[in-house]
């Protein structure tokens, strides 16, 4: 089966700018999570949907971070203004639900420089 | 908060010799929790999970609430084995909580 994809895989902007990515999940699975993995870090969640709507965005920085899933499917993460400190790489995920027994298969990730 | 500790960044062993990646975590309920890895130029991927009591590519882990460790061990590492390994935390379905992850090197 085709993974989920990200695009784009790099991008570099100056602070103050916009940025947004999108995923498209693997076909049936209703969970989706975004999560930023800062060099030397593991990932952390940013925001968890299921179908279109949100479990979980308490770490999301809702002053310059958006997410949306619209028709439960593809999913955009956007951010304005980015700040030096967003420079990361920004993970999709997706499983067939919540849940323990539910395998996150990962994209290849967004690599973002703010400059 | 949910919190999961690694406490090495590198492990270096050599080939044949035992290795176990250290997994501490901080949490007040019954935690479900996971190691995933990332191999070079692959994505990030499940290795193994608690609840599955499973073996996967001679690693396992157990689970020891008193001591709150998941830690990682295979009894003879392989050079295939390198990658860097992550420990996650999983809050019942959402607030999945990673560690900072331990690079392994298996040397020749």
């Known amino acids: 089966e085709a993974g989920v994809a990200q695009s784009p895989r790099y991008k570099i902007i100056e602070k103050r700018q916009s940025v947004a990515f999108w995923c498209n999940p693997i076909s049936g699975h209703a969970t989706l999570y975004w999560y930023q993995q800062i060099l030397g870090q593991g990932p952390k969640l940013l925001i968890q949907f299921q179908n279109n709507g949100v479990v979980d965005d308490s770490q999301l920085p809702k002053d310059r971070f958006s997410a949306e899933r619209l028709k439960g499917v593809d999913s955009t993460l956007k951010i304005q203004p980015a700040k030096l400190e967003d420079s990361a790489v920004y993970l999709c995920?997706?499983?067939?639900?919540?849940?323990?027994?539910?395998?996150?298969?990962f994209g290849p990730g967004t690599r973002l420089t703010v400059l | 908060a949910q919190r999961v500790t690694q406490p090495e960044k590198l492990l270096s062993v050599f080939k044949g010799a035992p290795v176990e990646l250290k997994c501490n975590y901080s949490y007040s309920g019954s935690p479900e929790l996971f190691w995933y890895v990332q191999y070079s130029r692959q994505r990030l991927q499940l290795l193994l999970r608690h609840i599955s009591r499973e073996s996967i590519k001679g690693f396992t882990a157990d689970l020891n609430k008193g001591e709150t460790s998941f830690h990682l061990k295979k009894p003879f590492a392989q050079e295939e084995d390198s990658a860097m390994y992550y420990c996650?935390?999983?809050?019942?379905?959402?607030?999945?909580?990673f560690g900072p992850g331990t690079r392994l090197s298996v040397l020749p």
């Open positions: 995920a997706s499983s067939f639900n919540r849940g323990s027994y539910n395998e996150q298969f």
């Open positions: 996650a935390l999983d809050n019942y379905g959402q607030n999945f909580v």
